[in-house]
Structures are given as C-alpha cells and as structure tokens.
C-alpha cells in the first residue's frame, strides 16, 4: 500500500520535496519513476524525474537513506511553468522489470 502525503508547489521556484516511504522501506538498487499528472489514473506526465540504481541524484530524485525508504525529488522552477494553480496527482512507483510498485502517491498543491 503506498504512502499517501501531499506537498505544496510554489509555481515558478525551485523546490526539494522530501519522500518517506513507510514503513521504512529499503529502496537501495531501485529504479524509481515520480510523475505528476492533472489526475489520478492519467498516463501523461507535466513532471517526471527518476533515478535508476546506481546513477543517484541525476534525473531529479536524490536517495537519502537507501535502507530507511529517504529520498528527495527536485523540482525546477522550469518544472512548474504553464502549470496553474490546483491540486495534481504525484506518484512514486519503483519501475525495475517484473517489480512496478507504487511506493507513494498523493497531491502537489499548486499555488503562486
């Protein structure tokens, strides 16, 4: 069952939003896909990042605790142009062949 947390987005900055899977789970050697889209369901993507294991910190997620389930997602002020104001779906989902598992999902609250 994922983990279900929302964060606000302030449109137009750069922006770290913390993740925390629980219960802890050890996410070391994953491949990890975070999307927002405008609905739960929806397969578009307005913001994607990623890592896969072993290239920590360059597609937008950054682990923090492999063992302890900790990572940021980085979203760029370019990340959130043409976006309004309102609420959009997020999840993060480990994506290695044969394992797709959604780790955590929620809401990023767009505001200025």
Do not use: W
């Given at each position: 069952m994922?983990?279900?947390?929302d964060f606000p987005l302030f449109l137009g900055n750069d922006q770290i939003v913390p993740?925390?899977?629980?219960?802890?789970?050890p996410i070391g050697g994953y491949d990890l896909l975070f999307r927002v889209t405008r609905n739960y369901g929806s397969t578009s993507g307005f913001i994607t990042k990623s890592a896969a294991s072993g290239y920590n910190g360059v597609s937008g997620i950054t682990i923090i605790s492999s063992g302890g389930g900790q990572l940021q997602v980085r979203i760029n002020a370019v990340d959130s142009s043409g976006l309004g104001q309102g609420a959009y779906f997020y999840a993060l989902t480990r994506i290695n062949s044969g394992f797709?598992?959604?780790l955590a999902e929620g809401f990023m609250l767009a505001q200025p």
């Amino acid at each position: 069952m994922p983990v279900i947390n929302d964060f606000p987005l302030f449109l137009g900055n750069d922006q770290i939003v913390p993740v925390t899977i629980a219960p802890p789970t050890p996410i070391g050697g994953y491949d990890l896909l975070f999307r927002v889209t405008r609905n739960y369901g929806s397969t578009s993507g307005f913001i994607t990042k990623s890592a896969a294991s072993g290239y920590n910190g360059v597609s937008g997620i950054t682990i923090i605790s492999s063992g302890g389930g900790q990572l940021q997602v980085r979203i760029n002020a370019v990340d959130s142009s043409g976006l309004g104001q309102g609420a959009y779906f997020y999840a993060l989902t480990r994506i290695n062949s044969g394992f797709v598992t959604e780790l955590a999902e929620g809401f990023m609250l767009a505001q200025p």
